[in-house]
């Protein structure tokens, strides 16, 4: 069956492997182009950080657009090799022949699934090495590991989604019996799955750790954390968010006082005396956050939903296989 | 002797279209059966569900001795030919044959290559540059290069133009040949004068439902044409089944199937042809479908 699978698939798979070298070579030679560049601004500026923040973008040209192109690579493999992979035997009527041989449709499709599965996570994972090297100077730089595009398009993560996307294709084409629709519903179900799970379902992997300084104090989290919320807790238990505007309505009038008529008429020499007063009063600063070094727990978290996913529509499609009429 | 298909009451419904009802049919091994009827009777559905391709929905069959299901074994013993002639039309004959040779224990390519080299069909050109017969061809001696014991072929004539149409079929005769009764034939077609060269064996059915099976030699025995004056044909009714009957001003024709002697020295009793036979189950039985469609829907 393995070499059915290659006689049916080699002219598409030469086809992306010449692909994925082009694009590596250009990665590479563009790579290479940023860490330098990245390299002569760490010298220039030796350590500043106001010096770094003020450089402009470090990337740009054609290859600048790489991550999203890691974005869209599963969801085309789902598209042009999942949707069909049952849906066009069964347009086609090649089932006929395919099914009426000596092998089951069950090993037939774990064999075709198998495979197909395996080069989706081959291609995902060739473009998000890709893109991890070639933004780490971008990464160093933004220091926002699980910025959207960043955390989405690096690591292991973009594995989880080429194979979801590659499962998704396979079990709406076994549905829909066509490709066309199937096609559609990949698009549509991918794009939908991966919103409703890098909004709503990524912070809350693992819950978000809150540490508490004296107000008036800095903290930043170590390393590029993720931070959701950062502020001020009076002892009662109400929350503000930094800045004044918010902070002086929630005040005692004691330390209103403090600060005087006007909210932004503080000046530094009376900030401590209300920084004393606010922690009399029992005010505490606070960051809410995911700290950097769980990083690799969610991108294995988030690969191991996707994953799920795939094995739920795979098994799907193999009931339906099994049991449907050809 | 063994029987190759043995179905008893086998069922498949469609929502609420009944495509087979009922069905049930014995053909012994080593038969060229004739699976006969107009569009939508339930052909394609019989033989999809000989071939495990289809489930019904109530019944059973037993297929070369055990219900049709997704087993390699089961698989390896039956060649399933479907109507659209289903070939991947990229890909050359010579694809085809390895393709199979990676999907089956037995595999005879060399058959296959040898087939189409006679018949002067090229290997290496994509299946879908060739034409209707050629492809049909093609998918004959695949189907056959599985060594099958069964083969289920339906409509593949259908698309040929005469002479192609007798080379299939010469190929079909040949594989039965040399199988020395170890291959049974099922094959559907409207065709009835392509299908009494070839076969031995019948299976009618019109409406979902099986009019006549059987041994094509028995059948013709047991049937006449009586020919006779016009007049009450209620004895003959009770004595013999009527299965169609023709009526003119002064002569009434009767197709009878007979339990025993005609008495009534008033008819003529004459051989029946396959033809004339089918013609008159098909008549009854479109007949008795017309009268239940309104309940049932028309089946196709």
Known sequence: MTWVVWRQY???????????AALAAAVLVDGFQIASHWHSILVACAG??????????????????????????????????GA????????????????????????????????????????????????????????????????????????????????????????????????????????????GVRLLISDLLRPHYLAAVTTYYTVGGSFTPPGQAWVFSQGAVSGTGVVVPAGWGDLYPALQPVCQRLIGSTPASGKSGSMSAVFSCMQAHGWRGFATYQPAYRYWPFQGIETGIYLLLAAALIAVTFVIVRRRDA | MNTAIDTRDLSKRYRRVSALTNCTVTVPEGRVCALIGPNGAGKTTLLRLLAGLASPTGGTASVLGGAPRQDPAFLAGIGFLAQEIPLYRRFTPADHIQIGAHMNPRWDASFVR????????????????????????VALALTLAKRPRLLLLDEPVAALDPLARRNFLATLTSAVADAEGGLTVVLSSHLVTDLERVCDHVILLTGSQVQLSGDIDTLLAEHKVLIGPRKDTAPIARAHTVVQTVTTPRQSTLLVRL?????????QAEDVNFEELV???MGAGEASAGRRLTTVGDGS
Not at chain 1, 11 to 18: F, L, R, S, W
Not at chain 1, 62 to 70: A, F, I, Q, T
Not at chain 1, 132 to 144: I, L, Q, R
Not at chain 1, 149 to 167: E, H, L, N, R, S
């Open chain 1, 48 to 81: 500043n950080k106001a010096c770094l923040q003020q450089q402009p973008t470090l990337v740009n040209g054609v290859v600048s657009d790489l991550p999203y192109l890691c974005l869209i690579v599963p969801v085309v493999l789902g598209m042009l090799w």
């Open chain 1, 84 to 191: 069909p992979l049952v849906a066009h035997e069964l347009e086609s009527r090649t089932s006929d022949f395919a099914w009426a041989q000596s092998v089951t449709r069950t090993h037939w499709l774990a064999v075709k699934t198998g495979w197909l599965l395996l080069a989706a996570a081959a291609c995902g994972g060739v473009v998000a090495a890709l893109t991890t090297w070639w933004s780490g100077p971008v990464n160093a730089m933004t220091a926002g590991a699980f910025a959207p595009g960043q955390f989405d398009t690096q690591g292991i993560v973009p594995i989880g989604y080429a194979v979801f996307a590659m499962a998704l294709g396979i079990a709406a084409g076994a549905v829909a019996r066509r490709s066309l629709p199937a096609i559609a519903v990949v698009l549509g179900g991918f794009i």
């Open chain 1, 10 to 20: 080699r002219a598409q798979g030469a086809i992306a492997a010449v692909l994925l």
């Open chain 2, 259 to 267: 339990n025993g002697p005609v008495i009534d020295p008033d008819y």
């Open chain 2, 114 to 137: 040898t087939r189409l080299t006679e018949l002067r069909i090229p290997l290496d050109q994509r299946v879908g540059t060739l034409s209707g017969g050629q492809r049909a061809q």
């Open chain 2, 279 to 281: 013609l008159a189950y």
